[in-house]
């Protein structure tokens, strides 16, 4: 019972930080994702350390700071998309520090450092260009996919629970059934057509088209985190989060689905030229 209190104060602190930080504005937005991008790339490289390997922990999260800064910059600040040049000298660097820290397989810790940085700091840097889509800062379509993650984790979870037989993956995540994810699918559609409604700056069709690829993508981008757990044998990524694990633990799906978005918002319709 502790633990379902416990669990429970943490999911509405964590909802209340996540959207009224979103919904507030661009500034309190970028601030947010900002701390969650430096914490979780600390996580990562953490994780690593504990699994034998010797990333440049410290470079490799300065380096993703940066990124999501520029990123930031670029897309919510006015400041020319040009500047996000500045990052390719600077993750250069990375081999060339490897050369003076004296350390066993340089190249896998070059390599791991590197991980880091693709897994956790782009995904988070691209969503300061999501929510800014529309032209301006907009956190309709962000809620859009906060909504729809958690009705299809939730959904999964339910359904699951009560019809579970078929597992989806039993070498990685032997809770996870193809009921549950039917059932989380189902439920994820079912809430588009009511997001679709309350946010009308994008069409239903590209929250049809977003919501596949969260529930594709995001429900592979939380077997890829248990993968990634479950090589160092270790249960939550983090213990930032009371109950719930770490900063992983809680955006593996969002942060595996997001470049996905990101292309189909801005490359496919800017292919077919299609605006709304």
């Avoid at 397989?105 to 782009?122: D, E, K, L, M, S």
């Amino acid at each position: 019972m502790k633990n379902f209190f416990t669990r429970t104060l943490t999911s509405g602190a964590f909802v209340a930080v996540l959207l009224g930080c979103t919904f507030y504005g661009a500034v309190s937005f970028s601030i947010l994702f900002l701390i969650i991008t430096l914490l979780g790339l600390i996580e990562f490289y953490t994780l690593t350390q504990k699994g034998g390997d010797k990333p440049q922990k410290a470079v490799g999260t300065i380096v993703g700071v940066i990124l999501y800064l520029l990123s930031a910059l670029s897309c919510m600040y006015g400041l020319s998309s040009r500047i996000l040049v500045l990052i390719l000298p600077i993750l250069f660097l990375i081999f060339i520090i490897e050369l003076y820290r004296k350390k066993e397989n340089p190249f896998r810790n070059i390599a791991i450092t590197f991980i880091g940085i693709i897994y956790v700091a782009i995904p988070f840097s691209l969503l300061n260009c999501i929510v800014t889509y529309t032209g301006t800062y907009n956190y309709q379509l962000l809620f859009g996919v906060f909504f729809i993650i958690w009705c299809n984790d939730s959904g999964a979870y339910i359904v699951g629970s009560l019809l579970g037989k078929h597992k989806l993956f039993p070498r990685i995540s032997p809770a996870k059934s193809w009921e549950g994810s039917v059932g989380g699918a189902f439920i994820s559609f079912a809430i588009v057509f009511i997001i679709s409604g309350w946010y009308s700056s994008v069409s239903l069709t590209d929250w049809m088209v977003i919501a596949s690829i969260l529930i594709v993508i995001g429900t592979l981008g939380d077997l890829v985190e248990s993968l990634f757990k479950r090589s160092i044998q270790v249960k939550d990524s983090g213990t930032l989060l009371p109950g719930h694990g770490g900063i992983l633990d809680r955006f593996d799906s969002l942060i595996m689905a997001v470049p996905f978005i990101f292309t189909y918002l801005f490359l496919i319709k800017m292919l077919f030229h299609h605006y709304d």
